[in-house]
């Protein structure tokens, strides 16, 4: 029979995928000897089977649970049902990997209108035992039977003003008593029937909630956000209550080893005096920094920093701890690997590597590639900045600078997202409510909470930039507005915000780009000696490619020419083109785009000296360049001295029932060659002139796309080559170059090994190639691949993240053709997914040469190229 | 070194790659002993040799050429540059295919100033050798030196005119001295210089001619419509004159051993006396039949039937000759296996096996599947053709029956059958730029020429209806009339044509299906004997599937069932569906569309009995169903109680940039699940019932589109599922079922394995694979694949024959993944390609179970199914 319940003391931090994240570091630290509330876990595999079957916990589940209430109760020396000094239970979920704030917790679990009076004798405290089941009340409805917990907080907000009390703390028993009572009426309204009394089916409840809470929109949603699996299932996690609310001298908090913001080696955390649980994360009263605890109890604050250090060293990384003091009795109720901002992880890596915790490839193994982004990301202009008028200042949450309008609902950020609006969310507190807010937000600011708080824990996650617990500004969400002092900013006001500083600041500010030095600088060394992949850039322009060597690029993968077709100065001349009648006409509009295109490329070679650089042949169908408002029409039409009906009439011949799948790439060079033979005149001639200008060695490499067969990479190529020799002969000099293709029509794929025949290099474009293996048109698919990833149909989108499944079929088969034709025939992918971790570490595998990736990727792409190189290597040995 | 020229002694019938046919024939006949005038043959290497290289004829071939000469002079005793008795040549194209009147005939070479003195004197017949210079004349300008054909033929025309004569034949000597004189002067003014006079000069650009004419438009269009691949080349016939030209005793014809319309065994064709080469085929005089010969000249014409049979027995073939009498003595000018119709050549297989001459299997593939096609067009409704007006009748050229607007120019045919009206070409007589024409009109009417002219024997070629020299009608191109007796038919007008009786109507006619009774039974049960593919159709209705059962259809292997919602009395509820706000209102328009559905079903199922019948889901987008016309949309919205902006904000929403890639297929039923759950509900209610009423067993085959992952196949076929279980409930009746799908996706061919878990059985959708591999919108890639066709990059579409090399590939290894999971998974195709001999041939080889293809191609594929097992048996033993 299988085994659906485990001890703590049974279980150990291995135990992961069985007992959660949280119940198998509680076992971990009983059997280390740390002080821990006894409890039992249930596992996942019952969670998962709860779920399959009628979500109904089944009886012999049940006689398991209650042997283990039975131990505990024989440990404790008290009784579960118990009315004179009842045992009151905590049930918290505990999922393998921690989602923060998207499961649900139930404290002081027992409690009834007999066992309250018993814990208030028993502990001499009646405040404490009727706050305690108020606090129960409302969490078991909240939680277990979804009441909206909003009609018991308006309740307490009542009572707190009838009774003049500012802070919970400052009711009496006598008004928590009459709250409890309050408490009762509301549950039984919405219930219909009175708050349950029996303990044993306060518990059953509480656990089948926990269980359905796994299946919760804002659980789906974190998980879809963290690329979670749908089926793992969590724990509960069924705890022996420890209180800190007891008074004075009792309290609770939370705590990591190390700076999470900015992974500096000092203890960092908060807590909250006579207060339960959750108090400290919701933000509700703000808490104080852990430092004060050493003023106040300096021998638990010194036993809490010794736990810590030893939690550390165990598990060899930072922590993230929750603990309850009380009655001056410290006690550890979660300790984790904590989240950090990617500043933190880089810092906290490099520092464990120089204090010896750790070695290289560890710390290497530790930072989370996408993380890195969060540090590439620009900073204020410091002149800028010292002119700016501060609003106010809050914490610094989650580091970064953003600017935006500012919106109070999730829903109006999403919307202006959409429309290219930039935009803060701006709410007095967040609740997962607001995930999708968030993540289309620029930054967050929050008027409540504290460093752990929900903005602030699900920003660093996301990377995105947090100033929480603003204190002074005043949120009003229904009127849209929020004050600070005498400063009123309105929905769609432009605020700026620093969450490295938690400054606010009155209007737009101008953004810098982020110095890369340091620990940053020594990792990423670190980094390059252990990966084995090649890391290029996508750049259009100077520019890009300029930003894309500071942030490492060995190179350029993908030059897309037909940006440099769209600039005012030159789209005239595109459109004549275009609407040539004739190869003569057609010669003379090209001829005036060439001069600026080799401009183009002659900065590009310029900035990026002997490195390589891959130029792709224009893509694009032709259509995409001709206007489509009626005035524009009329301009183009008076410019070429054509009717507009003749305009139209081009227009309307060109547009395609499926563009995509049309006349565009290489296809255009079968019908204009003149198009592509410009092209490489421009590109010859640019490096022949950067190449004398810098006394130089330049290799141009020019890709030809959209080939789906080794007659067509042909015949294109002959063409370009023909006119290649006659730039040569014309500028009396020359050079070696490459002419390459993009593998990213499904024939190609198939056929790598004629086309290798014709080409120096391959570069996989599975952008392309992705759409035409699902037959999913990128621009179409977005509305139905929503219900493909709820379904688990398609989990992750196939544009985000290659799916190596299907489409890296073609992609390794394709390379294993390549290589049997030309042994070292050089190959790189291009497409989108160039960036994603996932992706590269199959780019490794399969034996790519190289991945490209837009410059701000290019950092990730290192790192993740060293991930995988080292855990290839690990897993030989 | 390359042996580039062959004395006919030296060839056989095996040679025709190197000598083309007509060489290898006239080296066969020799060596048969035939009396076949001597000469030789230019190969077909020194053809593509010349192409590739300057197109300038090398001196080495020259001499090689010289030496052949040499020993033609010693044969005959006759030398070529004489002047006395010169020796002359005809020079003649001979490719490996019969190309008919694509390339082109120089008679008489080797006259000139002198010789034709000469001539004259040693042959005593001045006429004779001043015609012979004349024709020379015209043939080596027109041919050699393009110079257009007109001029001389308006000058002959005006020579006639002067004197008085009716025919070429009623011009003396003297008038035709003067034409010679005449077309040297025409010669003179087009080139700048004057007629060749050196005969070695003459022969050389006559080579040159013939070889460049491999390359001239017409012939390629020839061998595109022909799948004639374009790298074969010519080769060239030397061979010396022999004249029917010269007087009463002398004369040309052709002649096939059996009639090649109808295919019965006696000797057909037609002579001319005193005539010269071309004036037979060329339709400038009407020719006599040759039973007619018998009457003049028996002797001849027995010695000629004599020959006829020996060559038809030698190459077991009907044969097709070309010969000339001179002064009474019989030659051979050509032999080959004779073109026919469709008809003849099943005629002609199942005599020759009843005669002992071939086997069975022979007869399988002595018959063209495609052609086929041509004895399964309807003729005309006998009652109609009673009361229907007979303008004329002409020669019954090729069989079938046509109605049509008429059109004088191809260009018109062509433009006219773009915009859909039906056409008949009329012309006074065709040539080779008629082609296009006659491709694209539904029959073709000559004014002049023979069941040998140009018109006759291309439509044939191509199954198109044709009555060729109704010698009544008076054509007047420029005019766009034509004339018989009192009836004057313009551009435009409707007349309807029967190629089986000659007869030309006013009017349309209403046709009747073909009977496929006789001989063609016979024939296809012997067919079906040997083939291992099944054969299904693709049919919508049961009409359609009523008329492949007759056409020996084993079951359907396509239902599609959106064209059944595009009817009248349905489209308001499907768009009503496509507008619903709400599920239930989906529901309540789709309980509208599926008792219709239903009841085609019920008629399907009725028409096809126990055959296996596979119905696809709908797959379309749903904007297809969508009016576009303002009119259209206001009436739908008042129908619906919408606002037109409602409806027009529907329908923008559900354009796609890409609807080929985008929401289609089983997509829709991902996030419109009702959809296949009303069309399964059809589908199973219509069975039981037809199973019920008819007591017979049926097994329904479903199919589901557009699959790309066995997720998706698997959440499609739960719903689907569910919905036939409830079926069965309300029924209280049930029966065994097939869900299977369609592999027309590159993934879903990737990942067959997995998808065939799921799948009762595959039916490959080459259309959407094809588009997909090589990512080519069927739509928008006609602009470009001519271009492909022309520069050789893909030869012939693919949307027309399947990729077997790239799409191939995928469809071959999903057979064989496929069968890894479930060995005896069913499979098929049901793309266009199933109707192609060649990708037939093709699924069988990669062991498919059928192919299914619309209902007129079911005889072809039947024929090519039974051709590829009876080839591979050959091949194995």
């Known amino acids: ?111 009834n209108d007999q066992a309250v009076k018993g814990l208030a004798h028993s502990t001499g405290n009646e405040r404490f035992a009727y706050d305690s089941y108020r606090r129960f009340i409302q969490m078991f409805s909240d939680v277990a039977m979804e009441i909206p917990g909003v009609l018991f907080e308006d309740r307490l907000s009542e009572m707190k003003k009838r009774h003049g009390a500012e802070l919970d703390n400052d009711l009496t028993a006598d008004h928590l008593k009459e709250l409890v009572e309050e408490f009762k009426e509301i549950y039984k309204e919405e219930m219909g029937e009175d708050f349950p009394q029996e303990p044993m089916d306060q518990l059953r409840f509480a656990i089948e909630a926990v269980f359905k809470s796994w299946d919760n929109p804002r659980a789906r949603v974190y998980r879809k956000l963290n690329d979670i699996p749908d089926n793992l299932g969590t724990a509960v996690n069924v705890q022996s209550m420890v209180f800190g609310n007891m008074g004075k001298t009792s309290g609770t908090g939370v705590a990591f080893t190390r700076n999470p913001a900015t992974g500096e080696n000092v203890l960092f955390g908060e807590y909250l005096m006579d207060a339960q649980g959750e108090d400290v994360v919701a933000g509700i009263r703000t808490p104080e920094p852990i430092s004060h605890l050493e003023d106040i109890m300096p021998h638990l604050f010194h036993e809490f920093k010794d736990t810590a250090m030893k939690l550390e060293e165990h598990y060899q990384d930072m922590q993230d701890l929750e603990f309850t003091i009380e009655n001056e009795r410290l006690f550890i109720l979660q300790t984790r690997n904590g989240k950090r901002t990617a500043d933190a992880a880089l810092n906290i890596a490099v520092d464990m590597v120089e204090e010896g915790l750790i070695t290289k490839e560890e710390a290497i193994m530790r930072v989370e590639p996408k993380s890195l982004d969060q540090l590439l990301h620009p900073n204020f202009d410091e002149k800028e900045l010292k002119e700016a008028q501060v609003i106010t200042k809050g914490l610094a949450a989650s580091p970064g600078a953003a600017s935006g309008r500012v919106y109070f609902h999730a829903s109006d950020i999403v919307k202006n997202t959409k429309d290219g609006v930039k935009t803060i969310l701006v709410r007095q507190e967040t609740s997962p409510e607001d995930i999708e807010g968030m993540i289309n937000a620029e930054g967050i600011v929050t008027a409540r909470g504290g460093m752990t708080s929900h903005a602030a824990v699900v920003a660093r996650g996301m990377g995105k930039c947090c100033v929480a617990g603003a204190s002074e500004i005043h949120v009003d969400e229904d009127q849209r507005v929020f004050k600070c002092r005498d400063i009123e900013i309105k929905e769609g006001d432009l605020i700026s915000i620093d969450g490295s500083t938690g400054n606010i600041y009155l209007g737009d500010i101008q953004k810098v780009e982020p110095k890369l030095t340091g620990n940053f600088g020594k990792f990423m060394e670190w980094v390059d000696e252990e990966r084995q992949l090649g890391v290029r850039t996508n750049a259009d322009s100077p520019k890009d490619a300029k930003q894309a060597l500071e942030f490492g690029a060995e190179g350029i993968g993908l030059t897309r020419t037909e940006h440099m077709f769209f600039t005012e100065d030159r789209i005239p001349a595109v459109r004549e083109m275009i609407l040539s009648k004739s190869i003569e006409q057609r010669k003379k509009a090209l001829d005036k785009i060439r001069p600026m295109q080799e401009e183009d490329f002659y900065g590009i070679y310029e900035a990026m000296g002997e490195r390589p650089v891959t130029i792709r042949l224009l893509d694009p169908p032709l259509h995409e360049f001709l206007p489509t408002s009626t005035q524009e029409i009329e301009k183009l039409a008076s410019d070429m001295n054509l009717t507009v009906e003749d305009v139209r009439g081009t227009i309307g011949e060109l547009q395609e029932v499926n563009p995509m799948l049309g006349h565009r790439g290489c296809r255009l060079a079968i019908t204009f060659p003149e198009i592509y033979r410009m092209q490489v005149r421009a590109i010859m001639t640019a490096a022949l002139r950067v190449k004398k200008d810098k006394n130089i060695e330049i290799l141009p490499e020019i890709m030809i796309p959209l080939v789906s067969d080794v007659k067509e990479l042909k015949y294109v190529k002959d063409e370009i080559t023909d006119e290649i020799e006659m730039v040569f002969e014309e500028m009396d000099d020359r050079m070696d170059y490459h002419i390459g293709t993009m593998i990213e029509i499904p024939r190609a794929a198939l056929l790598a090994d004629e086309i290798a025949t014709e080409a120096d290099f391959f570069s996989f474009g599975t952008n392309d190639l992705t759409q035409m293996t699902f037959g999913f048109s990128r621009d179409d698919s977005g509305k139905f691949l929503t219900e493909y990833a709820e379904k688990k149909i398609y989990p992750v989108s196939p544009f985000e993240r290659l799916d190596q499944h299907g489409v890296g079929i073609l992609v390794e088969n394709a390379v294993k053709l390549g290589r049997k034709t030309k042994e070292n025939i050089h190959m790189g992918i291009c497409g989108e997914h160039g960036g994603d971790p996932e992706t590269i570490q199959f780019c490794h595998k399969i034996g790519l040469d190289y991945v490209s990736c837009s410059p701000f990727r290019v950092p990730i792409a290192r790192l993740a190229a060293a991930q995988v190189a080292i855990a290839e290597r690990n897993q030989e040995q």
Chains 1, 2 share one sequence.
């Open 1 to 111: 029979m299988t085994k659906y319940v485990y001890s703590f003391k049974e279980g150990n931090k291995d135990m992961r995928s069985l007992m959660g994240g949280k119940g198998a570091n509680l076992a971990e630290m009983t059997n280390m000897g740390i002080n821990v509330p006894t409890g039992f876990c249930i596992t996942t595999e019952a969670c998962n089977r709860f779920l399959d079957e009628d979500k109904v916990l089944w009886d012999s589940l049940f006689d398991e649970i209650k042997g283990h209430i039975e131990e505990v109760e024989k440990d404790l020396n008290k009784k579960f049902s118990d009315t004179e000094n009842p045992l009151l239970f905590s049930v918290r979920s505990g999922a393998v990997f921690s989602m923060p704030g998207m499961m649900d917790t139930i404290l002081n679990l027992g409690l």
